[in-house]
Every structure is written in C-alpha cells, then in structure tokens.
C-alpha cells in the first residue's frame, strides 16, 4: 500500500533556530500533501496545503513566513519552521494523496515529528 | 466552514464494555473517514463511509453514515485494551478535497 515516510520523527532544537521537516511519498506521485499541527491528545488542525511546483495554501492564522512549505518534487514537501520558540512546541504531521487510490479523499499520514524547542 | 463535533472528547471503560463515539456536522459531507492514531504516531484510517445510510463492519467495530450525510457513529463491542487510542473522524471538505477533522476521542478501556 501507500506509504508516507516523515524525517525526523523525533528534534529537540534551542530557541532562534529554525528546523526542516521532510515528508516523502515513497510509492506514489503525491501532486498535494498537507501539514497538521496536533497538540497532546488533540485533533489535528490543518496548517497548510502544499501543492507540487507552486506556493502553499495556508489557512487562516498560519504565518507563511514562519512555517515554510517546499513542494519541489512529485514525492517530496518540506515544512521548515523558522526562528523556533517554545510555543512552537508541537507533534507535526503529514499527509499525502495517492491519486490511483480508489476514493479521491484517501490520504496517506506521515509518522509524525514530535518537535521540542527549549 | 465545515465543522465536524465529536463526542465524547474523553471515555474510560472496563474491558467487555461497549461505546458508541458520535460525529455530528450541520454541513454534508462527501465522505467520512474513520482515523485511530497512537502516541507518537501519525493517523491510521479504519473505514471510509460514502453513501448517506451505510453500515460498515470491521470486526468489533461498526461505522455508520447518517442517511443525510452530516454525521457518524463508531460502536465498539466489548472492548478491549488494545482498543485504547485517540479515534478521530474526519470529512472531506466539499472546496478543494481538504480534510476536517473532529476533535477526537481518547478511548481508554481497562483489563
């Protein structure tokens, strides 16, 4: 089946810093994927929608230049989160969809980076 | 906005006990999808409902799909404690495919 690989699953980085999350369709051509922002034992909450060769999607109170999304490749995006602070802090995740899968709103998730920003 | 309400947020049962999570909307949807997620891990998708009024069974675990497609139910037959997790329902978003999701349910079921 589809798999989403999510690099790194785990980064704790000091504060000023700025970190990139990457996010891999490894059997599929991905056109779009989506980033997410979950908070311990809390739904997902939709942050931006990365479209192949052309600029991201935010969603409201989403600051486009503090969360950088790359979508270079048909099999990768990247969430680069710039100047971390501690309120930053946060389980991330992404999402891509396998458009030769039955069902057009089948998404595939990432394993998720917990980042920690001290 | 398509707004999805889950409930409960939080269910603590024994095991062998059964639970009902509810997914409610005042917006159609044209699917619904089934999610459990683990610690530590990204969203696992159990079951998609498409059809207003479906029933779909995946062992001790059954999925309805209101007949008007605003809302859904998980019912959990005597559960067990490797059913503890966060479930999540989510609907696809009838502008550009998006998903939304509710706001989760912690299930944690007890030997």
């Known amino acids: 089946g589809a798999v989403v690989s999510q690099h790194p699953s785990r980064v704790i980085c000091k504060s000023g810093t700025s970190v990139k999350i990457e996010c891999r369709s490894l059997?599929?051509?991905?056109?779009?994927m989506f980033w997410y922002r979950q908070f311990p034992k809390k739904s997902l909450m939709l942050m931006a929608t990365?479209?192949?060769?052309?600029?991201?999607?935010?969603e409201q109170g989403v600051e486009k230049d503090k969360f950088l999304i790359n979508h270079a490749s048909l099999t990768l995006s990247t969430l680069t989160v710039t100047s971390a602070h501690p309120e930053d802090s946060s389980f991330y995740i992404c999402?891509?969809?396998?458009?030769?899968?039955?069902?057009?709103?089948?998404?595939?998730f990432g394993s998720g980076t917990q980042l920690s920003v001290l | 906005t398509q707004l999805l309400e889950q409930s409960p947020q939080f269910l603590s049962i024994q095991e062998g006990e059964n639970l009902t999570v509810y997914c409610n909307s005042s917006?159609?949807?044209?699917?619904l999808q089934w999610y459990r997620q683990e610690p530590g891990e990204g969203p696992v998708l159990l079951v998609t409902?498409?059809?207003?009024?479906e029933v779909k069974k995946l062992k001790r675990l059954t999925f309805q799909f209101g007949d008007a497609r605003k809302d859904s139910s998980l019912h959990i037959t005597a559960a067990q404690p490797g059913d503890t997790g966060l479930y999540l329902c989510?609907?696809?978003?009838?502008?550009?495919?998006?998903?939304?999701f509710g706001q989760g349910t912690e299930l944690s079921v007890k030997p």
């Open positions: 999402s891509a969809r396998d458009p030769a899968n039955m069902g057009n709103e089948k998404l595939f």
């Open positions: 059997d599929f051509q991905a056109t779009t």
């Open positions: 990365s479209n192949e060769g052309s600029k991201a999607t935010y």
């Open positions: 917006s159609v949807f044209s699917s």
């Open positions: 409902v498409v059809t207003g009024g």
């Open positions: 989510a609907g696809a978003d009838n502008q550009g495919g998006k998903l939304i």
